[in-house]
């Protein structure tokens, strides 16, 4: 076979391989400050059933002189994702997105008609999860725990169980353990301290949430 045909040869078996789908190359893309393989944002898109949105905020405060201020500007989500949805997305991406630079989690909490739960599925630039917490500014304020004061419990707390951080909004925290605390009543106890609404807005007792974290090795705190 001559050289001319043998390349035309090749190219139509390649293009008859591709059998007319779309292909995507492997590259990486740069959207509001963060950079992600161009596959991966495709995958997250199809598996949310929903486009990327920018923001120039996901979390604001006052500053003394009463302006809000963005407390972090750069990033992506995807709104409104059903809760079954988003957790399966956060627990296939989240460790292969930490190590391209960006941290996946979930904010927002919110409910439909029907009580059906829902996430923002969120992508930000940050150096670990202690910085997630401290951008969202997470606190307890009605219960006089500041935003600096979570961000030193939870990585107190984090030398005791390793936990991955799921949910960061302004005033809830959901998290993965790793493995259980080798005094388990002592750590559920410090829960309950910390963020007394555990009990009186969730567990009906400490017997009742000390179950559940044997059973899901997740916690969660929430100062409403």
Not at 162 to 173: C, G, N, Q, S, T
Request: proline residues 2%; hydrophobic residues 40%; charged residues 30%.
């Amino acid at each position: 076979m001559k050289p001319l045909n043998l390349i035309l040869a090749i190219f139509i078996l390649f293009s008859c391989r591709n059998n007319g789908q779309k292909t995507y190359k492997d590259t990486s893309i740069k959207i509001n400050g963060i950079e992600i393989e161009s596959r991966f944002l495709q995958e997250i898109e199809k598996e949310a059933q929903k486009d990327y949105l920018t923001f120039t905020k996901i979390n604001w405060r006052y500053e003394e002189e009463k302006e809000l201020i963005d407390t972090i500007n750069n990033g992506i989500y995807f709104p409104f994702v059903k809760e079954n949805r988003a957790k399966k997305i956060f627990n296939k991406y989240h460790k292969v997105l930490i190590e391209n630079g960006i941290y996946l989690f979930l904010k927002n909490l919110d409910f439909d008609d029907k009580l059906n739960s829902y996430y923002d599925v969120t992508l930000i630039s940050a150096a670990n999860m202690f910085d997630v917490i401290k951008l969202m500014n997470t606190n307890g304020l009605n219960y006089d725990v500041t935003n600096e004061q979570v961000v030193e419990q939870m990585k107190v707390w984090d030398n005791l169980v390793k936990f991955k951080l799921v949910v960061a909004d302004e005033d809830r925290i959901e998290a993965k353990m790793t493995s259980l605390p080798t005094d388990l009543d002592s750590f559920v106890n410090e829960i309950y301290n910390f963020c007394p609404d555990v009990i009186e807005q969730g567990y009906s007792d400490i017997d009742e949430m000390k179950a559940d974290y044997l059973k899901n090795k997740y916690f969660w705190l929430w100062w409403d």
